[in-house]
């Protein structure tokens, strides 16, 4: 809060204001500072209240319901765009690198706290007939070397998701996309990396979360034609591997080839609405069973589905709505069984005045593990979250944020004892300042 009365006092002093003030370089696109303090409620997402015996190594943590904590979180960043320095040229449109690290304390589970370093690049530059965009986003969390410990085994699969996002790890996502434009149709090569590797201790114990190093890496191409000089459809076709770790105790994971044959739309059918939707038949190749390794799926050669849309609704000058989704069958972060996820999100905003600003959102999670066959790993889970904010901008330098966010964790599997410890309650309240230079 110490940073917003300064920051304050510092925008109010009239007396000694400067006669030429500071004007931020073409290259530098932001340098900015932000402070938020946040209250949870539920830090480890859990549904076990009354825990069995348990045991928990060295280092680690018990993960029971209602542990609440206040969060302190700093995020700096400093983004440089340096195309302006090569002169008046439209071809090169970006050639960017950003550092914007989160630096987060848990004030009452000191064992979550973490430093989250992150690197970012985008290369973009265009002709009449050739485009090309390229960007990878780099992290490096600093965090805790060991798991959580759900006792009992009984944690939702949402639950393992929050506690590994600040455990120690790195992260790379890439994409590359070229197009090639010939009249109204065009040739668009494509590619993308999704890539996890946990850098947690490995250990046989009951109750224990291990996260196991997933990666997706896919290549392919999409033919489009302009329908309108706004509106597009494409034809797609992508081969992928899904690669998951194999621990040292266990004979089980997924990894899988993959190829997909895509129909899309995009671009806007009208001026109030921007649209891109992608979907098709995904065909799965689970690598087969040996000695000393075993897919535990139903079927080695199943037929999925992959979807993805963003739809952005402007309706009037003050109001948008956007929507995205996306479908597709993926690697569980803890090894053994693949799942299908499923994700809708819906986020309304609404300017109120210049300043003000209010946001209003609402989430769908669905994890099925149905295409698994081990007997221990029956889940379905369902999260539903809702959000709401409110933004005020004091000046083009301050802003300040209020928000609150509200989940349900849900199990869906039928037939489990005690569905109840697969469930969960969960709400974060924060309030936030940034300082743009």
Same mark, same amino acid.
């Given at each position: ?12 002093? $009239?007396?000694? $204001? ?44 018990? $993960?029971?319901?209602? =542990? ?13 765009? +340096? ?6 040229? #439209? ?11 989160? +630096? ?14 992150? %690197?970012?690049? $985008? +290369? ?61 149709? %065009? ?83 009208? #001026? ?11 065909? =799965? ?37 956007? +929507?995205?989704? #996306? ?22 905003? =609404? ?58 964790? =849900? ?27």
């Amino acid at each position: 809060m110490a940073g917003i009365v300064l920051s304050g006092i510092w925008m109010g002093n $009239a007396t000694a $204001a400067p006669t030429n003030s500071f004007q931020r370089p073409a290259w530098l696109t932001e340098a900015s500072l932000g402070v938020k303090e946040s209250y949870d409620d539920n830090v480890f997402l859990s549904g076990v209240d009354a825990p069995p015996a348990y045991t928990v190594p060295a280092g680690s943590v018990v $993960a029971l319901k209602d =542990r609440a904590s206040w969060i302190t979180t700093v995020s700096p960043k400093v983004d440089v765009n +340096f195309a302006p320095l090569l002169g008046d040229q #439209k071809t090169l449109q970006a050639l960017s690198l950003a550092y914007a690290p989160d +630096f987060v304390t848990y004030q009452d589970q000191d064992s979550e706290s973490y430093n989250a370093q992150r %690197f970012s690049a $985008a +290369f973009k530059a265009r002709t009449d007939s050739f485009s090309i965009s390229a960007d990878d986003c780099f992290t490096f969390v600093d965090g805790n070397e060991f798991g959580p410990v759900y006792p009992g085994g009984l944690y939702s699969a949402f639950a393992t998701v929050a506690a590994r996002e600040w455990r120690e790890q790195i992260q790379d996502k890439a994409n590359i996309t070229m197009q090639f434009n010939r009249g109204q149709w %065009f040739f668009r090569p494509v590619a993308t990396l999704l890539y996890y590797d946990l850098l947690t201790e490995k250990l046989n114990l009951p109750g224990y979360q291990n996260y196991a190093d997933r990666y997706d890496v896919n290549g392919g191409s999409d033919v489009g034609y302009q329908i309108t000089s706004q509106l597009a459809v494409t034809l797609g076709w992508r081969y992928g591997h899904q690669q998951e770790e194999q621990y040292a105790f266990s004979p089980y994971s997924s990894p899988s080839d993959y190829q997909r044959v895509l129909l899309g739309l995009e671009g806007s059918p009208w #001026k109030w609405l921007a649209v891109k939707i992608l979907g098709g038949p995904d065909f =799965r190749d689970y690598e087969g069973n040996s000695a000393t390794h075993i897919t535990p799926v139903n079927d080695f050669h199943p037929v999925k589905y992959y979807g993805e849309a963003l739809l952005t609704a402007k309706f009037t000058a003050a109001d948008t709505l956007t +929507f995205k989704y #996306k479908q597709w069958q993926w690697l569980s972060s803890t090894g053994k069984v693949p799942y299908f996820d499923s994700t809708y999100d819906l986020s309304y905003h =609404r300017k109120l005045t210049n300043k003000l600003g209010f946001d209003l959102g609402g989430r769908i999670l669905s994890w099925d593990y149905s295409s698994g066959n081990l007997p221990t790993c029956r889940r379905n889970d369902l999260q539903y979250a809702a959000t709401a904010g409110l933004g005020y901008t004091v000046n083009p330098h301050i802003s300040v944020n209020i928000a609150c966010a509200l989940d349900w964790g =849900r199990n869906n599997q039928e037939g489990i004892a005690s569905p109840e410890n697969r469930e969960f309650n969960h709400r974060l309240f924060s309030l936030a300042t940034q300082c743009k230079f």
